[in-house]
């Protein structure tokens, strides 16, 4: 299906990184060594209804769960040449994108029988990161080739929006209303679709060279990104029409990646470095409040998912490591 391309107007207000007196918190992370180490790139957690913390072995071409109880793993064979890139779970399955095979799998974990879905257009290859839909259809992205996806379980029809050449949608997630906000990481540049229509709305970012990479929205339906290029993290207000940035801790070299936000609407994310390190931000406050490093010193940290339960902001490491920071209240 072919999106109606609209462009939204914003105005862009550029905020220096406060100095309130917010206490910093400093983090407990634990890590996990992972199937294959760094080798398999393990990537992506995300915690099931039953606290098993699912995630893929991207180069190991592996989907895998650790429990945290025993610190036991296990793992599922895919498809060769899957190279899986992302894993969600939900009460029916566990679905995971076929990054170098075009297709999204669905796994049954009690019996490690696998459905396809291929992709209705073989050269489109590279899906990226999925989300879920409230009415149990799904969500996700491919970045080199183009697109924006939507996947139907049951009757495995896929329909693909198609995103400006370059664009490479990346991040996805979900406003309180279920239409989905994507960054496009080639541009300066996050989309919104409708649901139900399809239709695209564009906005640009107030920084020409701006890469923003991930997204997180709050509880406020606020939009949330880090800027990759420039080590920055943003905020787009859709109910002004107002962006709002602020310089990430570690500078404009510091590489933000993977974020989430936790059940207080506070912001986390992963800067990169060497070792890379969780950073906080209060929302509240406009504060940093969070900027502890990783032990294993993390190498790249893509995608992270916060666990209200547990209080666990989960996330892997290209160090071959599950992590995971407790969260204080």
């Not at 769960?65 to 899986?84: C, K, N």
């Not at 894993?87 to 679905?95: L, P, Y």
């Not at 491919?142 to 329909?159: K, T």
């Not at 649901?195 to 509880?219: G, K, M």
């Amino acid at each position: 299906m072919t999106a109606t391309a609209a462009r939204a107007l914003a105005i862009a207000v550029l905020l220096p990184v406060s100095a309130g007196a917010q206490q910093m918190m400093n983090l407990d992370i634990t890590e996990y060594p992972a199937p294959g180490g760094a080798d398999s790139r393990p990537r992506d957690p995300f915690v099931g209804p039953d606290g098993l913390v699912w995630f893929v072995g991207q180069r190991g071409n592996y989907v895998a769960y650790l429990d945290p109880a025993t610190r036991q793993f296990r793992q599922y064979e895919v498809e060769a040449g899957t190279f899986p890139h992302n894993v969600i779970v939900d009460e029916r399955a566990v679905w995971y994108t076929g990054n170098a095979n075009g297709r999204i799998g669905r796994l049954d974990p009690a019996t490690g029988k696998l459905r396809i879905f291929p992709m209705p257009d073989p050269s489109i290859r590279d899906p990226h990161t999925l989300v879920f839909h409230p009415d149990g259809t799904l969500w996700f992205t491919v970045q080199i080739a183009g697109y924006i996806g939507h996947l139907e379980p049951e009757s495995g029809q896929i329909q693909l929006i198609r995103m400006p050449d370059g664009s490479r949608p990346y991040g996805i997630k979900l406003d309180s209303h279920g239409d989905p906000w994507v960054v496009l990481f080639g541009t300066n540049r996050i989309v919104k679709v409708d649901h139900s229509t399809r239709e695209v709305t564009s906005f640009d970012l107030p920084r020409a060279e701006a890469r923003p990479r991930r997204i997180a929205i709050t509880p406020d339906d606020r939009v949330w990104y880090v800027d990759y290029a420039k080590g920055m993290l943003g905020m787009y207000d859709p109910a002004s029409g107002k962006f709002s940035e602020w310089a990430s801790p570690g500078g404009p070299g510091s590489r933000p990646y993977g974020m989430a936000v936790d059940d207080r609407g506070r912001v986390w994310y992963a800067e990169g470095g060497n070792p890379n390190h969780i950073v906080g931000f209060d929302p509240a406050t406009r504060t940093f409040i969070g900027n502890t490093p990783i032990p294993s010193r993390g190498g790249a940290v893509r995608n992270m998912m916060f666990d209200v339960r547990s209080r666990m902001l989960w996330f892997g490491t290209d160090t071959g490591n599950i992590g995971c920071a407790k969260i204080p209240e």
